[in-house]
T-cell receptor, first 115, second 112 residues
């Protein structure tokens, strides 16, 4: 079945460091890909998305490019801030029969940014 | 601020209690979802409602009973839960079946 694999955390960085969180996927067909972020005590927020190969999603300085040839969707940010500390989930949509979508999540990567 | 509102934020209940979780959205979304998230784990899908009809039940035990009274509201009725049901319960909505999900902040449930 469809699946998402993320790099294990926690990832610990100093403020203004470069961030990469790796994400690879296995899927039949052409899924849409997402990054969601979960801040402490909150639900998940959609960070960015890409719906087809070579699309680049971007938001709040974060970017990720849909790479079909490597089945990857790595998250990057050039300069992280303490406020970026959170858990980041890579996800894809997997279609049920009948057209309903199901989000398949990776295990999540905890990011801790220190001043 | 999230556009999907969940109440209560926290709930403690005994194994013989009956309680309900509530979720509301006013974005005109036609699909609504319940997810369960255990600590340090990703969310797991429980139920999907599409156009107020239950479309998907991911083999959830009958002690969890969903209800969709109208297109803006989604409830999860709880009865005879077990301590292992303690988790963060997340509601989400999407414009239709193929579009991104918008999550609420969740209800943190503790079963004693």
């Amino acid at each position: 079945g469809d699946s998402v694999t993320q790099m294990e955390g926690p990832v610990t960085l100093s403020e203004e460091a470069f961030l990469t969180i790796n994400c690879t996927y296995t899927a039949t067909g052409y899924p849409s890909l997402f990054w969601y972020v979960q801040y402490p005590g909150e639900g998940l927020q959609l960070l960015l998305k890409a719906t087809k190969a070579d699309d680049k999603g971007s938001n709040k300085g974060f970017e990720a490019t849909y790479r079909k040839e490597t089945t990857s969707f790595h998250l990057e940010k050039g300069s992280v801030q303490v406020s970026d500390s959170a858990v980041y989930f890579c996800a894809l949509t997997s279609m049920f029969s009948g057209g309903y979508n199901k989000l398949i999540f990776g295990a999540g990567t905890r990011l801790a940014v220190h001043p | 601020d999230t556009e999907v509102t969940q109440t209560p934020k926290h709930l403690v209940m005994g194994m013989t209690n009956k309680k309900s979780l509530k979720c509301e959205q006013h974005m005109g979304h036609r699909a609504m979802y319940w997810y369960k998230q255990k600590a340090k784990k990703p969310p797991e899908l429980m139920f999907v409602y599409s156009y107020e009809k239950l479309s998907i039940n991911e083999s959830v035990p009958s002690r969890f009973s969903p209800e969709c009274p109208n297109s803006s509201l989604l409830n999860l009725h709880l009865h005879a839960l077990q301590p292992e049901d303690s988790a963060l319960y997340l509601c989400a909505s999407s414009q239709d079946a193929g579009t991104p999900l918008h999550f609420g902040n969740g209800t943190r449930l503790t079963v004693t």
